[in-house]
């Protein structure tokens, strides 16, 4: 089997480099973010798609054509679209989880293939590393059944969206700070470390103070 793999994401790459050395009887294509067009697709023309991290829209004729497969970090329905993991953290929640979906042209909204509880305790770093671990697991678990996947709808009717956030929005205001709890500021600064635009404070001097690590 053909396997293309599409992403720009560390935590992404760590999956497709085990499946890679795991799943030697198939052929995977690695393509980046810079090398990414459709008409590489469609001369590979593979069997099998993985968008895992992939943040860009991708045409319906691809959909159409390819059976794709996104890894999302969030318990789908909830938490669809943009920077799912950031949302999640700065709304306070502590548990997530990854999921991995076949695609539809939605947002988000594509039948669950497999979800897995996630821990959204510690570093932004550790949590990457757990998402590393579950969506090997989740992955090696939907090749050995591929393309026979039990496929579940999702309800709609629970489901929340959330935009992509801007660095704008990792600013931490003097509102924030007299209106918020030490646990609200811990979230937004771990949830904003590398590789998202750092949580900072605008001094008087024009500089920005950018913090990155906090503890409680």
Not at 59 to 76: A, R, V
Not at 153 to 180: A, H, M, V, W
Request: aromatic fraction near 12%.
């Amino acid at each position: 089997m053909k396997i293309v793999c599409c992403t720009y994401r560390d935590w992404a790459k760590e999956i497709y480099s085990f499946l890679e050395k795991t799943f030697e009887e198939h052929s995977f294509i690695m393509i980046s973010k810079e090398e990414y067009s459709e008409k590489i697709i469609y001369d590979e023309n593979p069997d099998l798609i993985l968008w895992y991290g992939w943040s860009w829209i991708i045409p319906h004729n691809i959909l159409k054509k390819y059976y794709s497969i996104m890894l999302h970090p969030s318990p789908l329905p909830k938490y669809r679209g943009g920077s799912p993991i950031q949302n999640q953290i700065i709304k306070g929640e502590t548990t997530s989880a990854v999921t991995l979906f076949k695609m539809d042209g939605g947002i988000d909204t594509g039948d669950i293939i497999y979800q897995e509880v996630l821990s959204l305790e510690g570093d932004l770093k550790d949590i990457f590393k757990r998402i590393s671990y579950i969506g090997i697991d989740l992955s090696v678990k939907m090749l050995n059944n591929f393309p026979n996947l039990i496929l579940t709808p999702q309800d709609n009717s629970k489901s929340t969206y959330f935009k992509r956030r801007t660095p704008e929005q990792s600013e931490i205001t003097l509102e924030e700070l007299r209106g918020s709890t030490s646990k609200d500021l811990y979230n937004k600064i771990r949830a904003l470390q590398d590789p998202y635009p750092n949580a900072f404070i605008n001094c008087k001097d024009g500089t920005k103070l950018y913090l990155t690590k906090s503890h409680l």
